[in-house]
């Protein structure tokens, strides 16, 4: 544990540190937003019933670009065509042509995406796609590009956490001390994973660490940006932009009318005014005093929130 105790420190603290941004990205795209700006009015008239509301455009985005991501085939560069053709029967065996997908939504949503790949019972190579918010890597300084270790991190159904550190020469499996539910920030709270029938560490012959990483946007060696970066500013301000019109819908795109001149009664029991009319569309109101008026204020105008509904939507 002493020789990767700095690897896995560094492996907890970069997950911790994105977990955040991921889970963002994750709910936006999945139409969980924040209501950032709704405001007191939205919360009174509505209470908890639109709580979960948004007019989600994310999803959209990343729509539009994954539905033109498709691998269609792999071709030899260097090496014989035989190499090229084993490439595709790999990625036909394990049904990349429909789990692709899934690897690039999760590259534009988080930013970075993730697969391991590792041999099965039978010798042949499965392809694992990942959580982005699950994995950690570090990169080789002398060598831009390849990794010098990856790790994933997972809770049990029990509370305790995994914690499987991939490096070019073997692959490391830890197991938390407690199962107190919340993820250790510390390689002392590991121990060393331990099944029947299993050693560890298991040895790697392929030289380098089987977990591919790809970061949307992204420099040599960085992490990547989520094509939602640069939309969730404007999608929270499409969204109180429909609360408002909500809220005017509740109060005043009805017409409101008034009346002077009357003479309210007032509740003995509670000192309050009685109201002297019953609302409603089958019932007319008159009084018998000649000075009585009756009239109704301007409804408000809904095109307004209309337009700027529109214009946030062209913006995305």
Known sequence: MADLAPQIDEALAQIRARAGAYNLFADYAAGRHRLAFATEKFRSAFGGLFRAFADNLCAGVIDALA???QVTGFAAVSGPEAEAQEAWRIWQENRMDQRAGQIHREALTAGDAYAIVWPGPDGRPIIYPQRAAALAVGYDEEVPGRLSWAAKLWRQADGR??????????????????????????ASAFLPWEAPGESWPLPNPYGQVPVF???????????????????I????????????MLVAMEYVALPQRWATGLEVEIDPATGRARPPFVPGVERIWAVAGEDVRFGQFEPARLDQFLAAQDAFRREI
């Open 67 to 69: 539905d033109r991501l």
């Open 233 to 244: 500013p404007i999608q929270d301000a499409l969204n109180k932009a429909v609360a408002d």
């Open 213 to 231: 990483h790809w970061a949307n946007n992204a420099g040599v060696g960085e992490f990547g940006r989520s094509e939602l970066a640069d939309v």
């Open 161 to 186: 956490h995994r914690l499987n550190l991939y490096l070019p020469d073997r692959i490391e499996k830890w197991i938390s001390r407690t199962a107190d539910g919340a993820a250790p920030e510390r």
